[in-house]
């Protein structure tokens, strides 16, 4: 039986901190026609997987589960990520970039995990503190590879 590689080995340590230090991040799923579609989202990580939630900011859709990152995932769940720096000081730009299989986590699936991600969610952003994250599925990415540019040194903003 083949194993995955130990948790640790997945992402070097400066890779770790960057993607820590980051508020936001870009989430590509594949559209039903092939093409790539970016979406920025929140996210939080815990070792080697992001949960990032299916919030109540205004939607064209009643149901969370109907949009159309959801869909992707849940026919393709092969996605990436991507969280940046910028700066006019070129010295200082750099990126991440990871890919992963995605899922979705139902509340009534599995509550204590659900429970525990809604409470990080909730500590690193606090607008989320009206949201009722915890009737909402969240999206769950394993990561499985990840590649980085530049510079990912501490101390500098980061971006989505």
């Known amino acids: 039986m083949h194993h995955r590689p130990m948790a640790t080995a997945l992402l070097s340590d400066g890779q770790r901190a960057f993607l820590a230090g980051a508020r936001t991040a870009t989430l590509a799923t594949i559209a039903p026609d092939g093409t790539p579609r970016l979406v920025p989202i929140c996210f939080v990580v815990e070792g080697d997987v992001l949960y990032s939630p299916l919030d109540e900011k205004p939607k ?40 992963g299989d995605a899922s979705l986590v139902e509340p009534a699936d599995a509550p204590a995990e659900h429970a525990a991600v809604v409470a990080e969610l909730r500590a690193k952003y606090p607008q989320y503190a009206s949201h009722r994250l915890e009737d909402r599925p969240l999206i769950r990415i394993r990561m499985t590879g990840a590649s980085s540019w530049g510079s990912l040194g501490a101390g500098l903003g980061v971006s989505g």
């Open 60 to 99: 064209d859709v009643w149901d969370v589960r109907h949009l159309a990152r959801v869909r992707d995932v849940l026919a393709r769940p092969d996605v990436a990520l991507l969280v940046h720096r910028w700066s006019e000081d070129w010295s200082e730009l750099g990126w991440l970039r990871i890919r």
